[in-house]
C-alpha cells in the first residue's frame, strides 16, 4: 500500500486497499488518509465524483473491500511539519502511562487536562500525541472519546479490524467501564440507577451543554457507594450503561450530587472549597474497562488514580475521622 503520511499532493495517487481496512466506509478512509483535510473538502471530492472506487464513483457511505483500488485527486495535505511537535515530558508520560499494549491495541492512562484529540482551539491531543510516540504505526485511531479532564483508561487501536470489532462491541454494549467519582454531598443508596433521557443544548454563548430533558435520548447509569466522608463528599463507582455526552457528570447533578471540580455542572463554591483540598480538577476517573477482544481473550485494564486525587481523599478521611473523635469526646 502506498505511503499515507500527510504530503502535499500535486497528481492524483491511488491506494489500494488492504485486508484489514475492508469494510469501512469510503468518507472515513480519506479522513485518515488525508488527516489534516477539512471535512467538507473530503465531501467535495466525492460528491463530485474525483475519487473513484475501481474507477467507478462511490458515495460517501460506500464501503471499500480489500483488493479495490481507490484514486485520490491532486489536494493539499499539511505537511508533517504543520502538526506542532509533542514536548519530551509529555511523551515520556505517556509512555509510562500505557496500561496494556499489543500488535493490535493500546490502553492508556490517560492524564487530565489532555483533550483526546485536536481542533476547536486545540492544536494537539493524546491521539497526535500517540503518533508521534509510536511513528512507526501506519495505523492508531481512538476507538472512544473521554473527556477532557476525565482521566483513564482509554483504548486506542492499532489495527483496522480491531477498530472495527471494539465499535461493533461499543454499540452492542459488551464493553464494560467502571468510573470512580467524588460527587457532593452524602450519597445515601449503596446501589443506585439513573435513568433520565440527555439531550445536547447549545447556550447562545456556542457552548455545548447537555440537559435531561424528556424529548432527550435514552440514558442509564448505575451507582455504587464506595466510600463515605460524612456529608461533605462521597465517592461512587459509576457504570454507564449507554454512552452519551457528558452522561455521569449530568446523571450524578440530576441525582443531586454533581461531581467535584466539574465547572461545568458542579457548585462553584464547594469546587473552591475543594481545591484546598488539593482537588484541582473534575475528580472523574475511568478506573477499568472490560472487554473480548477477537479470538475471545478476555482484556481487563484498570488504572490508577493520579497520586494528587488519591492524597485528597486521605485528606478528606483524616478530616472525618478527627470530626468522629471530637463529637464522642
Known sequence: MSDNKPSAINSV???EI???QSGQRIDNFLRTALKGVPKSMIYRIIRKGEVRVNKKRIKPDGRIHGGDVVRIPPIRVPEPTD???VGKALLELLEQSILYESKALIVINKPSGLAVHGGSGINLGLIEAMRQLRPD???LELVHRLDRDTSGCIMIAKKRSMLRHLHEALRQSRVNKVYHALVVGRWESKDSSVDAPLRKNELQSGERIVRVQPDGKASLTRFKVLRRFGTQATLVEAKPVTGRTHQIRVHTQFAGHPIIGDDKYGVESINRDMKK???????LHSAMLEV???ENEVLRVSAPLEQTLS???ERLADQQNKAYQEESE
Open 292 to 294: 473480548t477482544l477477537l
Open 311 to 313: 492524597s485528597a481523599l
Open 13 to 15: 495517487r491511488y491506494i
Open 277 to 283: 483540598q488539593g482537588i484541582k480538577r473534575l475528580f
Open 18 to 20: 488492504e485486508e484489514d
Open 83 to 85: 502538526v506542532p511537535m
Open 137 to 139: 504505526e501506519r495505523f
